[in-house]
T-cell receptor
Framework: DSGVTQTPKHLITATGQRVTLRCSPRSGDLSVYWYQQSLDQGLQFLIQYYNGEERAKGNILERFSAQQFPDLHSELNLSSLELGDSALYFC????????????FGQGTRLTVV | AQKITQTQPGMFVQEKEAVTLDCTYDTSDPSYGLFWYKQPSSGEMIFLIYQGSYDQQNATEGRYSLNFQKARKSANLVISASQLGDSAMYFCAMREGPYNQGGKLIFGQGTELSVKP
């Protein structure tokens, strides 16, 4: 168990809908990262938050947004969902912004039908 | 250009033998970190080992060691005494920039390792 908790584990939704994925980092970790894993794109970095502030952005679509709350949990919001958004979404956390380890949650498998 | 290249999409190894998974990287930043993760069929990403660009010695963690050849920009993972439970997808990843300035990881495409009994 990495200590990073993601909910839900599985999500099936229809095109055009909006979903929220939740991540609770390991106790004491200030940095949260979101990644998307799909068959065609592989594992891609989406966005990073550090102590509540956005620190880095990757290949995140405008339809997607995220935030990190004062208690350090983070949410990734995906809207106007398309079939191509079906993927495994991971959250990772680390103590600092550039730690020697980054622990991943179990992922949320999103299926858009 | 690919920053992390894993040229072996799939590999087989006999149980109890050692196996090397290849990873080459591309960066002009003098400060970077290299990671290996294991992803079993259940989907979770398990951190295995880390090597910093300024580390003088190769990293080791139990049966895992990282063969770091800086001049060749390679960071191969060596698994000794393979076990059936080692069957999984293995990802090499790189973090660019100094320790305290961002930590996003760039991943390779992965190598699927199958351990034969």
């Amino acid at each position: 168990d990495s200590g990073v908790t993601q909910t839900p584990k599985h999500l099936i939704t229809a095109t055009g809908q909006r979903v929220t994925l939740r991540c609770s980092p390991r106790s004491g970790d200030l940095s949260v990262y979101w990644y998307q894993q799909s068959l065609d794109q592989g594992l891609q970095f989406l966005i990073q938050y550090y102590n509540g502030e956005e620190r880095a952005k990757g290949n995140i679509l405008e339809r997607f947004s995220a935030q990190q709350f004062p208690d350090l949990h983070s949410e990734l919001n995906l809207s106007s969902l398309e079939l191509g958004d079906s993927a495994l979404y991971f959250c990772a956390s680390s103590v600092t912004q550039g730690d020697t380890e980054a622990f991943f949650g179990q992922g949320t498998r999103l299926t858009v039908v | 250009a690919q920053k992390i290249t894993q040229t072996q999409p799939g590999m087989f190894v006999q149980e109890k033998e050692a196996v090397t998974l290849d990873c080459t990287y591309d960066t002009s930043d003098p400060s970077y970190g290299l990671f290996w993760y294991k992803q079993p069929s259940s989907g979770e990403m398990i951190f295995l080992i880390y090597q910093g660009s300024y580390d003088q010695q190769n990293a080791t963690e139990g049966r895992y060691s990282l063969n770091f050849q800086k001049a060749r920009k390679s960071a191969n993972l060596v698994i000794s005494a393979s076990q059936l439970g080692d069957s999984a997808m293995y990802f090499c990843a790189m973090r660019e920039g100094p320790y305290n300035q961002g930590g996003k990881l760039i991943f390779g495409q992965g190598t699927e390792l199958s351990v034969k009994p």
